[in-house]
């Protein structure tokens, strides 16, 4: 795992990152294998927003993890802007192997480069790999965090 690049991703990337959505235990529920229209206008929406920044953990051309980084402007913090950190995916045979960690270090060090005051994510409740994971980086389960389906 030496020579993993993150970079932005390119549409090219795109069935790689949707495959990397579903292999997953909560991901199968939600996410396609297909690359589809919903999934084509997700992605023109996010490269189109300088705030929005899908990012692919590559190594030697084969995509191995992806995370979605969006920049929140806010008044509270004195102005400051946040990181929201999501949809954070390592190929499943490579877990394990620290580029989980080594994703998350890059992302927040583009967070603290651009002065944001404080990184944040969620993560579901029933993923207690995560949250020992997340917690070893530093963070800290501060809020409770609500989502409403639409």
């Not at 084509?40 to 490269?47: H, K, V, W």
């Not at 990181?83 to 270090?105: F, P, T």
Request: glycine content about 8%.
């Amino acid at each position: 795992m030496t020579d993993v690049i993150f970079r932005e991703a390119v549409r090219a990337d795109l069935p790689a990152v949707i495959a990397l959505l579903a292999d997953d235990v909560l991901g199968k529920a939600r996410d396609f294998t297909e690359v589809d229209a919903a999934y084509e206008r997700a992605f023109a929406d996010i490269t189109a927003d300088a705030r929005n920044h899908l990012i692919v953990a590559d190594e030697a051309g084969e995509l191995v993890g992806c995370m979605q980084i969006t920049y929140i402007p806010g008044l509270g913090r004195h102005g400051s802007e946040r990181s929201l950190i999501e949809s954070v995916r390592v190929r499943s045979d490579l877990r394990g192997r620290g580029l989980g960690r080594r994703m998350m270090e890059w992302a927040v060090d583009q967070a603290r480069q651009r002065g944001c005051a404080l990184v944040q994510l969620t993560t579901d409740k029933t993923r207690a790999d995560a949250h020992r994971f997340y917690c070893g980086l530093g963070f800290v389960a501060s809020h409770e965090g609500m989502k409403l389906p639409l």
